[in-house]
């Protein structure tokens, strides 16, 4: 039996990606006008949290919920992976019960290992080196607003993390330019960089970053387990903070997203984030859509 999983953006082509948008929209239409479609009816998602997330969770369980199919949700205190089973062992116990498995953890070596042992697909709800379900939304976004972001400019700035890893395949696969503004010493793994070298540059100056760019993307400082850092990187990330002054370097229909939470006042001016240029709400609501046409591609388009 042949298993796809979804561990970043690459284990989906080009093409794959743009039709997989393109479903999200029609699905999302589909929702709004009432429409009832259940491709996945008695089919269970199990959600393996181990780091906290709100649109993650709510997203994930509302569309198996609307595609007639249901999602358990797991975390390590309530599961024996929180008192030291295996992983490997975890993942050939869970995936002979349910038809999918989505995990929200730490270590992306151990979302690859448990991915090995699956006997369903696994999708990446986020790990510490990739996040790509959320570029899946901020696509989907991007298209329903200014349409095609091939040929785009898009302007990273903050930290070189998870997101701005996903944004890097995403450039490389959807054809767009991807300039990356970020501190010395927080700048993403460049070996990530260096498969996507014909279309991202990193450079120090957020404002040199964001001239004429289409998109302007940001993230929090200090993410989940990097709580210890918080007070460090507020000093350091301080002049990263997209502001009205450096919304107004990017052309003047360019948008402005954030994965939230978001918190005003460090990497984002509340001005900016409740602003006109911002699509943040359409973004989150989208995480729903896109995952829903990646549960169908998963489970219902691909061969099994």
Not at 114 to 136: E, G, M, W
Request: aromatic letters at 8%; charged letters at 25%; hydrophobic letters at 40%.
């Amino acid at each position: 039996m042949s298993i796809r999983h979804f561990l970043t953006l690459n284990d989906l082509t080009s093409d794959e990606f743009k039709a997989l948008i393109q479903r999200a929209i029609e699905l999302k239409a589909m929702q709004h006008r009432g429409e009832r479609y259940e491709p996945l009816k008695n089919r269970v998602l199990a959600m393996i949290f181990e780091k906290s997330s709100t649109r993650t969770r709510v997203s994930f369980e509302t569309g198996m919920i609307q595609f007639g199919g249901g999602a358990i949700f797991l975390s390590p205190r309530d599961t024996q992976l929180g008192r030291g089973e295996p992983v490997e062992d975890s993942a050939r116990v869970l995936s002979g019960m349910v038809d999918c498995i989505m995990i929200r953890t730490f270590d992306h070596e151990q979302l690859e290992r448990f991915a090995r042992y699956s006997k369903v697909p696994v999708i990446n709800a986020l790990t510490d080196s990739y996040h790509p379900c959320q570029l899946l939304a901020d696509v989907q976004t991007y298209q329903e607003y200014r349409g095609d972001i091939e040929g785009k400019t898009v302007a990273w700035v903050g930290d070189g993390n998870n997101m701005c890893h996903s944004y890097i395949n995403a450039a490389h696969l959807l054809g767009f330019k991807l300039n990356i503004a970020c501190p010395e010493g927080f700048e993403p793994e460049a070996s990530i960089v260096e498969r996507a070298a014909h279309c991202v540059s990193v450079m120090r100056s957020p404002e040199e970053a964001v001239a004429n760019s289409d998109l302007i993307v940001t993230d929090v400082w200090a993410s989940m387990g990097q709580e210890e850092e918080a007070q460090e990187r507020l000093e350091l990330f301080a002049p990263y903070q997209v502001t009205e002054k450096m919304m107004a370097l990017a052309h003047d229909d360019a948008l402005f997203m954030h994965c939230l939470p978001a918190h005003r006042g460090e990497e984002v001016a509340a001005e900016v984030i409740d602003g006109k240029q911002s699509v943040v709400w359409d973004e989150a609501e989208n995480r729903l859509h896109a995952q829903k046409a990646l549960l169908e591609l998963l489970l219902v388009k691909s061969p099994d």
